[in-house]
C-alpha cells in the first residue's frame, strides 16, 4: 500500500492511476483528509439487471430463495421510503 501527500501524488498521478488499475492500494492525505484511489465497478452496460443477479447467486448456492426473497423486500422497502 501507497501512502502519498497530495503534493506527492500531483507529481505522479497517471503513474498512480495505473497502479491502482493493476490492484496496488493508493491512499493520499491532505494532514485533515485520506482518500483511497481505486478503479470504478465495471461500466453498467456489463452490468446484470437486479433479477439476474439474484438468480446467478441462487444458481451458485450463495443465496437461498428464503434470503434472495428477504432481500428483495428490504428493497422495495427503501424504494417505497424513497419515493415518499
Not at 495505473?18 to 452496460?45: C, K, M, R, Y
Not at 444458481?59 to 427503501?78: C, D
Request: hydrophobic share 40%; net charge negative; aromatic share 2%.
Amino acid at each position: 500500500m501507497k501512502a502519498l501527500t497530495v503534493q506527492e501524488a500531483s507529481q505522479k498521478l497517471s503513474e498512480l492511476v495505473h497502479s491502482a488499475v493493476a490492484g496496488e492500494e493508493i491512499t493520499i492525505h491532505d494532514g485533515i483528509s485520506t482518500v483511497l484511489l481505486q478503479p470504478v465497478a465495471a461500466p453498467a452496460a456489463n452490468r446484470v439487471q437486479g433479477r439476474e443477479a439474484l438468480r446467478q447467486l441462487q444458481t451458485q448456492s450463495r443465496l437461498t430463495s428464503a434470503l434472495a426473497e428477504s432481500y428483495l423486500r428490504e428493497v422495495k422497502a427503501e424504494r417505497l421510503a424513497q419515493e415518499n
